[in-house]
């Protein structure tokens, strides 16, 4: 930032030095730490969001909780996935996909998305499998990475007043029932979904390297679709065909 270096007791910049560096006064910007003042100014906002070099998801997530994110729709967590949606689904053989809302539900998977999650006692929140589930730490075999990830985009969800209601109450649950999920909530991490490599620690075909593609659903409140793609000719390819004809109901939609 270009300040002098020397001993500081505490990481990370003054409150004097982010009210200089933003262009407001000191005690206006001790009032908005303290939650005195309520209604920033957009143009306080993108200050802020230099000052502090917050990341595109980050810098949503902001907007959204000073209530400036003109683009954010009013409608509440939708449930509904629409018919052609779920035969979309059921077209991608060799690819597990699933659709799913900002609090991680899982609204439908197609036969290799259920197979994919083999193991789990339930495959029905990605956050509650994440966090409730044992078998979720030896599945992900980068456990702590992707559980962070799914932290940031249920705090990412919850800075959307039209929704924060809905995945209040897991966050609720999950941080009552689990330390670990507790203690990276309370780290105030933002993290949006778009495309992730993951591996996976398969219980019937062994070792898996997806990624994962991750899409807003036009005219859908909330709604996600989650594709997880292998490297053409890859030995993870390999393995999805093999997975997949292991299924007992190939092809057949998710209740």
């Not at 000052?51 to 954010?72: I, N, W």
């Not at 959307?160 to 991490?189: I, P």
Request: a negative charge; aromatic letters at 8%.
């Amino acid at each position: 930032m270009g300040l002098a270096r020397g001993q500081r007791r505490v990481t990370g910049l003054r409150r004097e030095e982010v009210a200089t560096f933003a262009g407001v006064s000191i005690d206006y910007y001790t009032r908005l730490e303290q939650g005195r003042e309520s209604s920033p100014s957009p143009q306080l906002l993108s200050a802020l969001c230099r000052v502090f070099r917050l990341s595109e998801d980050e810098r949503l997530h902001l907007y959204r909780l000073a209530g400036a994110d003109v683009m954010q729709q009013q409608s509440p967590l939708s449930a509904d996935v629409s018919p052609g949606l779920r035969g979309l689904l059921d077209r991608w053989s060799m690819n597990p996909a699933f659709v799913y809302h900002e609090g991680q539900e899982i609204l439908a998977a197609n036969s290799l998305g259920r197979m994919l999650y083999q193991g789990f006692a339930s495959v029905d929140n990605f956050a509650r499998m994440m966090f409730l589930d044992p078998f979720a730490r030896t599945f992900y075999v980068d456990w702590e990475r992707v559980a962070l990830e799914t932290v940031g985009a249920l705090r990412q969800a919850w800075g959307k007043t039209s929704v924060r209601a809905g995945v209040q109450d897991l966050v609720d649950h999950l941080a009552d029932s689990d330390a670990d999920f507790a203690e990276m909530w309370d780290a105030q991490v933002v993290i949006g979904k778009s495309h992730k490599t993951k591996r996976i620690l398969h219980p019937a075909v062994g070792p898996l390297t997806l990624e994962y593609h991750d899409f807003i659903v036009p005219g859908a409140q909330g709604l996600h679709l989650l594709v997880c793609d292998a490297q053409r000719g890859s030995r993870t390819e390999e393995s999805l065909q093999l997975l997949g004809s292991l299924s007992p109901d190939a092809g057949a939609p998710m209740p």
